[in-house]
């Protein structure tokens, strides 16, 4: 069982989150914002169960496609649950997006794309409470300042809850608490979190992979009768997406083996994709070796 699948450790929970005000919170998104190893997915999981607790339904969205805890890297998720459920994940009803990449870095576009989708859907379902946990993409240069922005904005959350060691988000953060209607809470990294190497961040994507592609088998079809994109030449163990007329992802799938004369690709899938009305294959820049459940770029 990983990490995003146990409930919050009580001991560790500081005493701030404790005191955060959720009765005043309105029916709009509650963000939350920091950098990686800060504590928000613990935060995350528990104010999860917290409102869900005492004004169910909550829905909760993940948009970290590098640690996404409701499916695979290289997708962000919805999550909503049963009506007496207060356990973290959410099991009830889930929808993925496919980014393509376990970064936001070089899609910001398509991070975007998935987030109004997911945060239409979620009140479509009736859900009074949406939480969202954004990735740690915070760098400047790279685009997750701005990222950031566009996420609020799309969003106008009524909370924003950001956690810092330090004042990392500072710039970020500075027009943001001028918004109107935007209450901004500035909480210190949860001490019980401790830094993740690389090696462990690998590792950890890795057992994502294993657990999603657990019950996964081989099927083959013709693609020249859907669209593909950005262009149907798939290399072996490259991720795609099996995508539905909504633009959602029936699954992730992983590319074995293909004959273009044939016009055929064989997917290693959890889903088979002729029980689908699949409309499009969404080409990712991650290659998946199924010997280890490393990921590597293409």
Known sequence: MGASDQ?????????????????????????????????KSSLGRYLFERLQAATAPTAYLDLDPGQNSLGPPTSIGLGVPHPTERRFPPSGRRWLYFTGNNTPRGQLLRHLEGLHILHR????QGCRHLLVNSSGFIDPDQGGQ???????????????ISLQRNAELAALLAPVCRLPDVTVIQLKASPAVTRRSQAERRENRAESYRRYFRDAQRYSFY??????????????????????NNGLAAAVAVVTETEPERGTVTLFSPVDPSRHPITALRLGAVRLHLDSWQDTPI
């Open 121 to 124: 859907l979620a009140w479509n």
């Open 223 to 244: 693609y020249r009768d859907i669209a593909v994109f950005p262009r149907p030449r798939f290399t072996p163990g490259q991720l795609v997406a099996i995508e539905e």
């Open 146 to 160: 701005a990222l950031k922005w566009a996420v609020i904005d799309q969003l106008r959350p009524c909370v924003i």
């Open 7 to 39: 409930a919050v450790d009580r001991l560790s929970i500081p005493a701030e989150w404790e005191q955060l005000p959720l009765s005043q919170w309105q029916s709009k998104p509650v963000l939350l914002l920091g950098a990686t190893d800060t504590g």
